[in-house]
């Protein structure tokens, strides 16, 4: 599948995590997190998986734990909205980048 197809199905695979996540999570799982933000989304060139950066507000080591309880349930949204013969396996990976950021940030302050 060529680039610049896999970018479009990618941004569209992000719309509708980024949804379906909303209408998805419980209210148990919303207040141990507080805000979850899905920061981009990769898929496989062959279109065999979606691996989809997370982070999270707190608790972040068990976000990507959590959000694997979801990932048929999603696989199966992702299926009906996008127009693509098979459906990707969902990876959930944690995006560590804020934190970093908010450490080099301090760092720099502290100069």
Known sequence: MDSQRLKKIENTAKKIMSTALVEELSAEDLKLFRIVNIGWVKLSSDVSYLDVYVSA?????????????????????????????RSPRI?????????????????????
Do not use: H, M
């Open 91 to 111: 990876r959930f990976r944690y995006d560590d980048s804020g934190a970093i950021s908010s450490q080099i940030l301090e760092k720099i302050n502290e100069l």
């Open 57 to 85: 507000f707190e608790n972040g080591d068990k976000l990507t734990k959590a959000l694997a309880l979801y990932a048929d349930t999603l696989e199966r949204k992702l299926f009906k909205e996008l127009a693509i013969r």
